[in-house]
């Protein structure tokens, strides 16, 4: 790890920040915290979230840099990371408060590593994570930086200094994941792939697996806990998956196969739901197993870029054509598909009987999937910036009755 001099920047203060509007601070209280891509346990899903039928803007808070990467939120504070500057070169971490999108915190650091992207995304392309303590964010640039809640800097890794080669000239865009006292981050490419076990308080290696040498934006994925078995990680590749031990970095059982590189696996109790020809349903081994069971595969189930949803015994899917599939865990049969306003490249998420969709265009979609065929309960549009050709990229974020959406120029929070 190479020391925090290579950051050319740090500023801490607020001088800059956009003021946020607040049309409506009545909406339901914060129960549940949303820690990382795709909530809690990264299957898309809120335990204990509600979505309004009939969604209105609360309030929206305007952002100084791109980004594709979902809000995070933490108590009362949502934070989200941008990108700024000729080359994206000016990263960035905000913090507002949930009730108001009253603006808390900036941080600004400089991209050490290589900034290039696709120009559909960005380097604020990786949403951040949380252990309840701290924030841990990484861009494109395979920058990784470490906050506490207040906005204080804890740690910096430029990680393009320690592995020269890892770059992707689409753009980086795996999010990280925390498991235990472990941060796991998936830097993987062409040239030089790795998978890292970072310390969460002093953002040192725990452990380094040489990953496939194949572009994949998929993300790592925590699996279950379970009584006897050592807390551990999915790993997702063009050659596969694997579950890690979060703590060493040692394989548990792997799956050899051809598994996408862009949506990412979901899993719940003892079921890994893999994006591989369809939806694989594999079986997680009993300890000392070191291949899962295959129980079912579904080639009409197709997720696409997004990543599959969640709900207790129903797996949802988005395709490219904007077609939502509902799906029983059990063998993978369809039940329905909903046509809907599409194209998406944000996932859906989804709490109870409803999900939410945001399509590129920015328009909200709420679906009873409790109705024999699924149906439409209610859309938001929300306003894009048309002379920049704005688009909305990023998976939504639950908390409460409230659901948080970013654009490229604004943080949206919406309730009922």
Request: with cysteine; proline share 7%; glycine share 8%.
């Amino acid at each position: 790890m190479r020391s925090c001099t290579l950051f050319s920047l740090c500023l801490t203060s607020l001088v800059g920040l956009a003021t946020a509007s607040a049309a409506n601070t009545a909406a339901a209280p914060i129960t549940t915290d949303w820690p990382a891509f795709r909530g809690p346990v990264s299957s898309g899903a809120s335990p204990s979230a509600q979505i309004p039928a009939q969604p209105k803007i609360a309030w929206s808070a305007k952002l100084p840099g791109r980004g594709l990467s979902s809000p995070i939120i933490m108590g009362e504070k949502v934070f989200v990371t941008a990108a700024e500057g000729p080359e994206q070169e000016r990263l960035r971490v905000l913090c507002f408060r949930v009730k108001d999108g009253a603006p808390l915190w900036e941080r600004q650091l400089l991209a050490t590593g290589r900034t290039m992207t696709h120009d559909k995304t960005s380097v604020a392309a990786s949403t951040p994570c949380s252990d309840g303590k701290r924030i841990f964010a990484l861009w494109s640039s395979n920058d990784l930086a470490a906050f506490d809640f207040e906005g204080n800097l804890l740690w910096l890794r430029g990680l393009t200094a320690d592995y020269s080669n890892a770059s992707n000239s689409l753009g980086m865009a795996s999010s990280p994941v925390t498991v235990g006292a472990t941060v796991v981050v998936q830097i993987e490419n062409d040239s030089e792939s790795y998978a890292l076990g970072i310390d969460a308080s002093t953002g040192k290696n725990l452990w380094k697996l040489e990953r496939p040498k194949f572009a994949n934006w998929s993300s790592p994925v925590p699996l279950p806990a379970r009584p006897g078995f050592p807390a551990a990680v999915l790993l997702q590749s063009k050659e596969g998956v694997c579950a890690v031990d979060a703590a060493t970095g040692k394989t548990l059982w792997q799956l050899a196969g051809n598994a996408s590189t862009m949506s990412s696996s979901v899993a719940l109790k003892d079921v890994v739901y893999l994006p591989a020809s369809g939806m694989t349903a594999l079986g997680v081994p009993a300890l000392g197993v070191s291949e899962p069971q295959t129980l079912w595969n579904a080639r009409q189930i197709n997720p696409s870029t997004t990543s599959p949803l969640l709900l207790d015994s129903r797996l949802f899917t988005v395709n490219n054509a904007g077609i939502l599939t509902m799906a029983e865990t059990a063998a993978g049969d369809i039940k329905w598909k909903l046509r809907l306003t599409g194209p998406f490249s944000g996932s859906p998420v989804g709490a109870g009987d409803r999900i939410v969709l945001v399509n590129e265009k920015a328009l909200l979609q709420v679906v009873n999937t409790a109705a024999p065929e699924g149906e439409v309960l209610g859309q938001l549009q929300l306003p894009l910036d048309a002379k920049t050709k704005e688009l909305a990229l990023c998976t939504p974020a639950l908390s409460g009755g409230r659901i948080f959406v970013r654009t490229d120029s604004t943080l949206w929070c919406v309730a009922k």
